[in-house]
């Protein structure tokens, strides 16, 4: 039996009350902040374990939002869509088919944004996808602006790490951190659990799952690098042109690193990013992260020669530009609410009573096209006031590679933050929430939402005029080898 330590009772300072808490500062809980403010809530805490907000998507170097589009329109907006309108106003700092380019089936663009993985539908005829690559440290710096511009609502505490609820019964009532001035607790009438891996919402008694199975994206870690001085326009011309050694290159690189490895492009043509999956890897324990940062940054100089030397055209001058620092956490926790996300919403198109957003996806069995997710999935079974948005959303093995994408984090975030201020202006439980009035303010904050009053009827009828992306030949062949669903797990 593992040794115990008996902790003694002791009294905690109550460093604060607010509203709204949320924990963990990553794109679901920043979109969650922003969104409770701007739907009125006056009173919000934002908690974050490092000195910057974004995550993954900041301090993990995953820079690549995929597939906000399907044929012309623009499923995925609201907060997704106002970091490239902000970050547009930065030289480089976003690089994506314009938002008025979206579904132009031109083959002279259509060539152009080939060599930028995502930016082109797969299905034919081929068009243009709302895709867009971003530079994380400019998104850094934007997301702190976006809640400065909320000062008067949102206070923001860095270094600070959420380690437990304070539970009243079933009842969620604030939560105890730890940060340089000690273990101090904050009072709370909701609290939204952001960290990505559960950490509050798994010590309250709701159901929840560990990793997905291993054959998934979800049981791999990462620790993003870039390179710099390289010419991605050339190596990605050279991959097209020999697709045999670009194969051998990729595969060497995986074999060099002890793990699989791929270069992908960025805002800049001169800075390529090296993503990688540590197979079998869980974010949420110790001896496996550990050692995804330790591999990780051992290799990385035996692969950069071996660039050098078997790519010059595109790696000549190629040089470590810079290493994430933080981990690349994919999946470890997630929630089992009430409802579970699995195959099945993506394969027979269910319409959800409470939608709170549209999915950008990148699920082959539905080719791609928006489903629906609803508001039961981010709410967790037998506990009150609580909402767990982000990567560990209640999904099965299978879904939950379709579901922990940015978009979907920043969504349901979104959703959150607007039903916690909901909640709080009308004295119910996040349970109880009017999701009538959450969905009119999603739509007043720019987000679509199927069947609503305020969103364009296009957007249904583009979905029904494609039957939900379910009969293009390519959903149909993605299902016919869905045996196990790999093939469409890998991204
Ligand atoms: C290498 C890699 C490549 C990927 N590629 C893509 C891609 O190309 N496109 C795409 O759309 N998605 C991609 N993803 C997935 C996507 O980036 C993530 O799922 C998403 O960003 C998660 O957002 P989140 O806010 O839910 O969680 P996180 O980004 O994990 O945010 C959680 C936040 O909470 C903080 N936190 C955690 N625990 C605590 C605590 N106890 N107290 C206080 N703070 C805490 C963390 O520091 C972090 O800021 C990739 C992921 C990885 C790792």
Redesign the pocket.
């Known amino acids: 039996m593992k040794k115990v330590y008996l902790e003694e009772a002791n009294q905690l300072p109550v460093y604060d009350e607010c509203d709204i808490l949320i ?8 979109s969650a902040a922003l969104a409770a403010a701007r739907a009125g809530a006056k009173n919000i805490i934002l ?4 000195g910057y ?5 900041t ?8 597939k906000l589009s399907w044929y012309d329109k623009v499923f995925v907006r609201g907060i997704m869509e106002e970091w490239f309108t902000r970050l547009d106003r930065i030289p480089n700092a976003t690089l994506g088919p314009r938002l008025d380019q979206v579904g132009n089936t031109d083959p002279a663009l259509v060539h152009q944004w080939k060599a930028i993985h ?1 930016c082109v539908s797969e299905s034919q005829p081929q068009r243009l996808v709302r895709a867009v690559y971003f530079e994380p440290n400019q998104l850094k710096i934007e997301m702190d602006k976006m809640l400065l511009e909320e000062r008067d609502r949102i206070r923001v505490l860095y270094h ?4 437990k609820p304070i539970m009243d019964g079933s009842r969620v009532k604030g939560v105890i ?1 730890e940060s340089k001035e000690g273990r101090q607790a904050i009072f709370a009438k909701q609290v939204i659990d ?4 559960g ?2 919402f798994r010590q309250t008694g709701t159901p929840y799952r560990a990793l997905a199975d291993s054959n998934t994206r979800s049981s791999t ?2 620790l ?1 690098w870039r390179i710099g001085g390289i010419n991605w326009d050339l190596y990605n011309d050279w991959t097209r042109r020999y697709p045999e050694a670009s194969m051998a290159l990729y595969n060497a690189i995986g074999k060099i690193a002890g793990f699989r490895c791929a270069p ?1 492009p960025t805002s800049r043509n001169d800075i390529c990013w090296i ?3 540590h197979a079998d890897r869980d ?1 949420a324990n110790i001896a496996d992260i550990t050692e995804t940062e330790i591999e990780t940054r051992n290799t990385i100089r035996e692969v950069l020669d071996y660039l050098r030397e078997a790519c010059p055209i595109g790696f000549r001058n190629a040089y470590l530009y810079d290493i994430a620092p ?6 470890s926790y997630r929630l089992q609410g009430e409802h579970i996300m699995t195959p099945r919403d993506f394969a027979f198109a269910p319409q959800f009573d409470d939608v709170i957003a549209w999915h ?1 996806t990148i699920c082959m069995i539905n080719d791609c096209g928006p489903i629906e997710i609803p508001y039961r999935s981010i709410l967790p079974q037998k506990v009150e006031n609580l909402l767990c ?4 959303i209640s999904a099965d093995d299978v879904a939950i590679d379709w579901l ?6 920043v969504g349901t ?1 979104q959703a959150a933050g607007v039903a916690a201020a909901v909640a709080v202006a009308d004295g119910t439980t996040a349970r109880d929430v009017n999701i009538r009035k959450v969905q009119d303010i999603l739509v007043e904050q720019n987000v679509p939402l199927p069947r609503h009053s305020g969103t364009d009827p296009s957007y249904t009828e583009c979905c029904e005029a494609h039957e939900y992306g379910l009969y293009t030949d390519l959903a149909k062949k993605a299902r016919a080898e869905a045996d196990g669903l790999k093939e469409y797990r890998q ?1």
């Open positions: 924990v963990g500062g990553g794109c679901a809980g920043h908690m974050e374990r490092y907000m974004g995550g993954d998507v301090g993990g170097y995953v820079i690549m939002v995929p995502g600070c790490w959420g380690t951190f952001a960290t990505g891996d950490d509050i870690t990462a993003v992908l993503n990688n999956w974010c933080q981990l690349g956490s994919r999946c950008s948005p982000g990567r560990h922990t994408l940015i978009p979907q984090c975030g991204w």
